[in-house]
């Protein structure tokens, strides 16, 4: 079976001037929703879900967060990557008293839990490579995103 890069042009939105965790999901949604990746029911779902399982990771040189959200939400396995002018607060996974500061998000719609978690390994490698990071922060092209993603196969 061919790999792929799980994210689409689409769906890579950059130097966003958005300011709030909402404001990420909502407009990434949409793309989302365009490319037919999740259900209508995502947006509500992922927002839901964050209040109680936090996704911000405090990773190398840069703070990020993997919203994410059940498979019953998602019609095909996708990954945005949605990088703001200014940095949002989002809670810190497992420790949801703990606020972080994070201009990266990588929203995940996965059909399938198991492959979820493997996706979640490799997204972690990326993480822990500061030039990655540096990378996506710094992007002007959906190109520039795409050149780093494609180090995680699907």
């Not at 990773?59 to 200014?86: F, Q, S, W, Y």
């Not at 998000?105 to 390994?121: C, I, S």
Request: charged content about 25%; aromatic content about 6%; glycine content about 4%.
């Amino acid at each position: 079976m061919e790999e792929k890069n799980l994210v689409e042009r689409n769906c890579i939105l950059l130097d966003q001037d958005i300011h709030s965790f909402e404001e990420v999901i909502q407009l990434i949604g949409v793309e989302f929703e365009k490319a037919q990746i999740v259900k209508p029911t995502y947006v509500d779902a992922v927002i839901a879900r964050e209040k109680v399982f936090p996704t911000g990771l405090a990773a190398d040189g840069h703070n990020i967060a993997i919203p994410h959200t059940d498979p019953e939400h998602v019609l095909r396995p996708g990954m945005g990557v949605v990088v703001t002018k200014e940095p949002i607060e989002v809670s810190m996974m497992g420790s949801p008293d703990i606020k972080l500061q994070s201009n990266i998000f990588f929203p995940l719609a996965m059909e399938h839990p198991k492959k979820q978690l493997a996706l979640l390994r490799q997204l972690m490698s990326v993480f822990k490579n500061r030039e990655d990071l540096d990378a996506i922060s710094s992007a002007k092209t959906p190109e520039e995103i795409l050149a780093v993603t494609s180090k995680i196969k699907f």
